[in-house]
């Protein structure tokens, strides 16, 4: 199922192999131990496809957001989680666009050689929510150094990084047009005196917590790009960040719908196969037909960001597209599957859980509808 732009097939069948040898029981394992997927990720880091984004004068793939797609959407296919490692992609992706000549050459390297983390991102705070030119957290020039002091909420995969891409505030909070000025991005080595995490427990085997920074010293070079200007490269780096969550959810999607199709088509009651039953049968092909569609409008996403070209609208259609497909599939599944899909070992449920996130978040869809609504059908601001 499914089709590829481009070049992208000898790809996804690469991923394939590396994910294969991890099946949906590795998942549930670490799903019942609430356990990180450190072997996962350790094959994935060797085979380089984590650093799809960095240039090959870095010793990365050198590809695009088109490729990196195809590896994020191949690791949901296979039953895994594409949030447990997906954020070093866009994180890779921020650095490489404006982190200054230093920083790339004495990072880069080694996030491209699997040696350095880069999964975590550490922006959202708990009185700012969506709204995030209203974080707190702020970063002082002290000497050499920047001291940050704050609290954030919801920051995955803190305690299985090497590095985390922190934003924080250089200058106050100014309301009306200025709002979005004044925040700063820090490239952060973990883990570090002055953090301290709180696991938060959720309803996803996905690493995620409540930190606290106390007094934490980041040298001043570890600033990526200007100081006060982190909201525009916080902008572009949330279309990448749709575009691999629409990816991640078609994945998810194709997975329950091969699943589910072929269970519809040998579970028999009544006599005959339940997938005879339309009920059962077209939710799956209407699920099917949306997900086709999202991936087309991920492509195009894709295909404008890869040229450096605007593709805001394209990216929040795509991750909303693709969310509502794959949330749409994980219900149909549940339909087909029955009280099995409560089944653990039927993997449906974890999968259930996991894919619901994306409607949520990165970007809840109703975020994206209020873009689509104010910029590109011209009504009034609604967030
Ligand atoms: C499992 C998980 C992992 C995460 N990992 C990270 C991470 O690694 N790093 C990080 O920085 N963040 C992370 N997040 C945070 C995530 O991006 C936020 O939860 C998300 O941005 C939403 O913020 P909030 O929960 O505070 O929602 P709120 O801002 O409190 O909003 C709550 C709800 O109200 C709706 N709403 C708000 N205003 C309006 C309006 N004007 N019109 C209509 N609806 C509105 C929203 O759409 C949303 O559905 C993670 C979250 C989860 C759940």
Redesign the pocket.
Known sequence: MGHDHGGSAAIREEVAAICARFPDEYWRGLDADRRYPEEFLQALLESGWLGVLIPREYGGKGLGITEAAVVIEEISRSGGNA?TCH?QIYNTGMLVRHGSEELRKSYLPRIAAGELRLL?????E?D????TTRIATEAVRDGDDYVVNGT??????VQHSDLMILAARTAPYEAGARRAEGLSAFLVELPADGIEARPVR?M?N?E?NEVTFRDLRVPAENLIGEEGAAFRYLIHGVNGDRIAAASAAIGDSRWFLAKASRYASEREVFGRPIGQNQSIQFPLARAYAATEAASLMRFRAAELYDRGESCAAEANMAKLLASEASWDAANAAMNTFGGYGFAAEYDVERKFRETR?FV????????LL?YLGQHVLGMPR??
């Open positions: 949030a954020a975590a991102f550490a922006l959202t708990h700012a929510g969506l709204d954030k909420n919801w920051l995955s995969r959720t996803l996905l995620t996130l949520n978040g990165p970007g809840s869809n109703q975020l209020s609604s967030f």
